[in-house]
């Protein structure tokens, strides 16, 4: 929880800002830019993270100035001083979202108002300056027109945005710093898993927990990684692909992935997700999806979901399906599921139909080649 007195004076602050920041972001031309063949060629075959375009966004922050010096400018190494206190302490936030060609050639951002809002939640949480949501907008705009030449074509591909703020004050005083850098960068993706859709192996971790009740959990922290990296390993070590992560309380009830939230579908065609109770991230695509399911008039329960009802329902086959979703890898087909107490397949193994069907529809609107009824996509050119 954030101090409500902390509260109000990052929202005092965060007023005064806007004004020491002048619209549109000044522009600086890259010296080093690939040329176009260079970058076509690997715009072919980006894979996931592989490649960052040309350009970046930087914002500072300082108690007094507020947000200021924000630019567009090439991407290049930050020069930071050893004893920066995000380094030390991990005051350090980040965002994930995707900018798609459109079939007539033009761009537009998917739901990146959602992205603001959470973003300065995760930034409230961590105690740092909050980033105005109107700057954040304006900021992936800005990139994703700065490097517009860099957005793939092809099914599943994208420019990913990867917004983020560390604190860059100097010292080894344990406080929520004075100064803070904002960040984002972009870089071409082509579809998560090559190959289409393909179920995944979950680990059920015992040994580890990703986050409990007044922790960070809903945060989009580096912190959470990190803390979740050996539960990784537990479950490669194991022949499994990703984590599926319990309650830290009673170790009872399905969370979420290290990094995707996760859904069930029954025999009754009915579907559930794990509630937003504080420690589940609370996913974009994860409410897209709800939205989707409701708006075709199916019931979406968010209720928690115990480990041991999962495996009982998938052997008796009232659980007919069940998919993981983020922004990065969409919707992921939950194919085995294996841990200390349980080992169970999930229908076929196969990816389910429901799965498959709602990925279509949320992509559809993402790449522009159905209505968007609500509203979701931000047409940038
Ligand atoms: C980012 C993230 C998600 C997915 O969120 P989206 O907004 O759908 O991309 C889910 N869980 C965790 C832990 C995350 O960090």
Not at 33 to 50: I, M, S, T, W, Y
Not at 233 to 239: K, L
Request: one cysteine or more; glycine letters at 10%; aromatic letters at 10%.
């Amino acid at each position: 929880m954030v101090r409500p007195d902390l509260k109000a004076r990052l929202r005092a602050t965060d007023r005064l800002d806007m004004n020491t920041i002048t619209s549109p972001l000044p522009f600086e031309q890259s010296p080093t830019a690939l040329a176009g063949p260079e970058r076509d060629v690997l715009l072919k075959d980006p894979g996931f993270g592989r490649y960052l375009t040309d350009h970046m966004v930087t914002i500072r922050y300082s108690k007094g100035a507020g947000w200021h010096d924000g630019k567009v400018v090439a991407r290049a190494p930050l020069t930071l001083d050893p004893a920066t206190m995000s380094l030390h302490y991990g005051q350090e936030i980040f965002e994930g979202l995707k900018a798609y060609r459109m079939p007539d050639g033009g761009a537009a951002l998917f739901r990146p108002d959602a992205n603001a809002a959470r973003f300065y939640k995760s930034a409230e949480r961590l105690a740092m300056a909050p980033l105005p949501e109107a700057l954040f907008l304006e900021s992936v705009r800005a990139l994703v027109k700065a490097d517009r030449d860099w957005i793939p074509e092809g099914e599943g591909a994208a420019m990913y945005l990867r917004p983020f703020m560390i604190a860059t004050e100097v010292g080894f005083v344990t406080k929520p710093a004075a100064e803070y850098l904002y960040c984002v960068l972009a870089s071409p993706v082509g579809s998560y898993f090559s190959g289409g859709p393909k179920a995944v192996k979950l680990w059920v971790s015992e040994t580890y927990t990703r986050a409990a009740p007044g922790g960070t959990g809903a945060a989009k922290c580096a912190g959470n990684y990190a803390a979740s990296y050996a539960a990784q390993a537990e479950g490669s070590a194991n022949g499994c692909d990703q984590v599926v992560f319990l309650d830290a309380v009673e170790r009872r009830w399905v969370e979420e992935l290290g990094g995707m939230n996760v859904f069930f579908v029954f025999d009754d065609g009915t579907l559930q997700t794990p509630p937003l109770s504080g420690t589940i991230l609370p996913g974009v695509t994860r409410d897209s999806l709800i939205t989707l399911a409701r708006g075709m008039g199916l019931t979406v329960r968010e209720e928690p979901y115990a480990m041991d009802q999962w495996q009982a329902d998938a052997k008796s086959g009232r659980l007919r399906e069940a998919f993981a979703c983020g922004t990065a890898a969409v919707v992921t087909p939950i194919g085995t599921v294996t841990g200390k107490q349980h080992d169970f397949a999930i229908g076929t193994g196969a990816p389910g139909e429901l799965t498959l069907r709602l990925k279509g529809m949320l992509t559809d609107i993402q790449f522009g080649r159905a209505p968007d009824p609500y509203g979701w996509m931000d047409r940038l050119f």
